[in-house]
């Protein structure tokens, strides 16, 4: 089995290395990651400028794209051909919700399902970012590295629909009192509407945007919910966004409209 690795943190991060050392014994394990962190690069290509590919010895390459890039380039000119699963992460933090949308992590992993192959993200929850009252504690990579790759065996037999991956989130805490694992509906979270205006040494205006972290829409179904229970979540996404009701009823309401 051929396994391509690939996240949006860099390919130095802890999060990557701990994934591939878990999954090396069940394949051919190829890294090929971002040259620096990309996190909330969303799921973009870079077709204006050219791409660099480093190759760091024993199977890892940095290049100097995007996480989605990194996955394109990786089938090409490193795999040299279709791996038989793509793996993205360990990310440093939640991809839960509605962050799939701006997530680097997931838009490697969604790079591959356009392709039809079998794709997982892989997210690292800090339970202290997430849920009120949570003390600090350091990111458990090799522990969410053991998890992914049970979750990776477990699932190996399930047949994937067409265009489809596995969003998987991790509670970081201890293996102990990790509860279970849980199949679970994408949420909603919603974080402090933020802007930081401020100028730099020539008097000119820029801007931070994006705030903390809030809340989740209560749903209890819902990854959000599952992991502040303390439970892996793995949601099934596809990649077609059509809202089927919706779609039903405009087709009934515009049948006879004419232009």
């Not at 939640?94 to 992590?105: C, H, V």
């Not at 994937?160 to 509906?185: D, Q, T, W, Y």
């Not at 059509?242 to 004419?258: A, V």
């Amino acid at each position: 089995m051929k396994i391509l690795i690939s996240n949006d943190d860099g390919v130095e991060s802890p999060g990557i290395k701990a994934l591939a050392e878990a999954v090396k014994d069940l394949g051919e394990v190829f890294v090929v990651a971002p040259h620096r962190e990309r996190s909330t690069a969303g799921h973009s290509l870079t077709l204006h400028k050219p791409l660099r590919i480093q190759d760091l010895g024993n199977h890892y390459f940095s290049t100097s794209g995007t996480p989605a890039d990194c996955v394109y380039l990786g089938i090409r000119e490193v795999v040299k051909g279709r791996p038989d699963v793509i793996l993205s992460g360990i990310n440093r933090g939640a991809n839960l919700g509605t962050d799939l949308y701006y997530s680097g992590t997931v838009a490697a992993a969604r790079e591959g399902a356009l392709m039809n192959i079998r794709s997982y993200a892989f997210s690292l929850v800090d339970m202290a970012a997430t849920v009120p009252n949570y003390a600090k504690e350091p990111l458990r990579f090799d522990m969410a590295a053991k998890i992914a790759k049970k979750v990776l065996q477990a699932t190996l037999s399930v047949p994937f629909p067409s265009h489809s991956l596995l969003n998987v989130n991790i509670p970081n805490v201890s293996i102990e009192k990790v509860k279970g694992l849980k199949v679970a509906r994408q949420g909603f979270r919603y974080y402090k509407d933020e802007v930081t205006k401020r100028k730099d040494p020539r008097g000119r205006d820029y801007y931070w945007i994006g705030g903390p972290y809030e809340r989740f829409e209560e749903d209890s179904l819902s990854d959000c919910h599952w992991i502040e229970q303390s439970y892996v979540s793995m949601v099934p996404i596809h990649i077609d966004c059509t809202h089927n009701e919706f779609y039903t009823t405009l087709k009934r309401t515009l049948h006879t409209c004419t232009l």
